[in-house]
Each structure stands twice: as structure tokens, then as C-alpha cells.
């Protein structure tokens, strides 16, 4: 874990909201020179603690406002199994985020589709056709509640 003063947590919750804010306006924000600023920046970014820029897309905008969270159990636990199913789900459509679990499961994915109809084809097509599928448990999203993607700095 990387040691954070105040003034590094203050940039990176700045940053956290507006990403697109220049180092002239994040400086003034800090109280902290341009130059003072931008080097705590490219440290931050090089230990990591910033791992980059994203422009946050909206959903239903795109087409794409269903969210399906799908369990997905293996015919084994062999590494090679692993590695094959987790190098496969990397170019799967929709798959937005796969995190390997304990539990009853062995994947947790967050599919996005634009319907009923567009899930199905992902499930049929894709995801059954994934490596070592045994087992596939969808379950839709019925609303969202809250979707955070800024952490709180301590």
C-alpha cells in the first residue's frame, strides 16, 4: 500500500471527479504550484496509485442498459483450465468485468446487453462456448441502486 498525505488524497479525489481538470486548475484547487502539482501527479500515476483516464460511458445511451451478473462453475480447477477460461472471457462481448471467486461459483461476471433477446445470443454463443463451462447462472439487475467509481481516501 502506498502512503498518501493530504494533499496527495485531495489531488486524487479531485481527480477522481474530474479527470479532465488541468494541472493549471488542480494546482490552484491545492494550493500547490503548477510544477509542484503536476510531479505529485506523474508519482502518483507511476506508484500506481492513478492508473489512468477514462471517459465514463452511459449505458442505455450506447444501447446496452441491461446489467446481468453471471455465476460461472468449471468442469475442473486445473490451472491450465483457469488460464484457458480467463484468456478466452477477455474477448468476450459484453463481459465488462470477470473477478475468479470462492464460493459455490468459480467466475463472477458483469455482462452488459441491450435486451432479453441480446443476453441470450451472448449466453449461447459466447459464454457457453467458453472453456470448461459447466455450469451458468444469470441473474438481471433490476434497477441500480448505486454505482460508485470513486474510492474514499482515508
Given at each position: 500500500?502506498?502512503e498518501?498525505?493530504e494533499?496527495?488524497?485531495?489531488?486524487?479525489?479531485l481527480?477522481?471527479g474530474?479527470g479532465r481538470?488541468?494541472?493549471?486548475?488542480?494546482a490552484?484547487?491545492?494550493?500547490?504550484?503548477?510544477?509542484?502539482?503536476?510531479?505529485r501527479?506523474r508519482?502518483l500515476?507511476?506508484e500506481?496509485?492513478?492508473?489512468?483516464?477514462?471517459?465514463?460511458v452511459?449505458?442505455?445511451?450506447?444501447?446496452?442498459?441491461?446489467?446481468?451478473?453471471?455465476?460461472?462453475?468449471?468442469?475442473?480447477?486445473?490451472?491450465?483450465?483457469l488460464?484457458?477460461?480467463?484468456?478466452?472471457v477477455?474477448?468476450?462481448?459484453?463481459?465488462m468485468a470477470?473477478?475468479?471467486m470462492s464460493?459455490?461459483?468459480?467466475?463472477?461476471?458483469?455482462?452488459?446487453a441491450?435486451?432479453?433477446?441480446?443476453y441470450?445470443r451472448?449466453?449461447?454463443?459466447?459464454l457457453?462456448?467458453?472453456?470448461g463451462?459447466?455450469?451458468?447462472?444469470?441473474?438481471?439487475?433490476l434497477r441500480?441502486?448505486?454505482?460508485?467509481t470513486?474510492f474514499?481516501?482515508?
Amino acid at each position: 500500500m502506498i502512503e498518501l498525505d493530504e494533499t496527495d488524497r485531495w489531488i486524487v479525489g479531485l481527480l477522481q471527479g474530474d479527470g479532465r481538470m488541468t494541472n493549471a486548475e488542480l494546482a490552484v484547487r491545492v494550493h500547490r504550484s503548477e510544477s509542484a502539482c503536476l510531479r505529485r501527479v506523474r508519482r502518483l500515476e507511476n506508484e500506481g496509485v492513478i492508473e489512468g483516464y477514462v471517459a465514463l460511458v452511459g449505458q442505455a445511451a450506447i444501447g446496452r442498459p441491461v446489467d446481468i451478473f453471471v455465476e460461472i462453475s468449471l468442469s475442473g480447477q486445473s490451472e491450465r483450465l483457469l488460464d484457458a477460461f480467463e484468456a478466452a472471457v477477455l474477448n468476450c462481448p459484453g463481459v465488462m468485468a470477470c473477478h475468479l471467486m470462492s464460493g459455490d461459483a468459480d467466475y463472477l461476471l458483469h455482462v452488459v446487453a441491450a435486451d432479453t433477446a441480446d443476453y441470450e445470443r451472448i449466453h449461447r454463443r459466447e459464454l457457453s462456448a467458453l472453456p470448461g463451462v459447466s455450469r451458468i447462472r444469470s441473474s438481471f439487475a433490476l434497477r441500480t441502486v448505486c454505482k460508485k467509481t470513486a474510492f474514499e481516501l482515508d
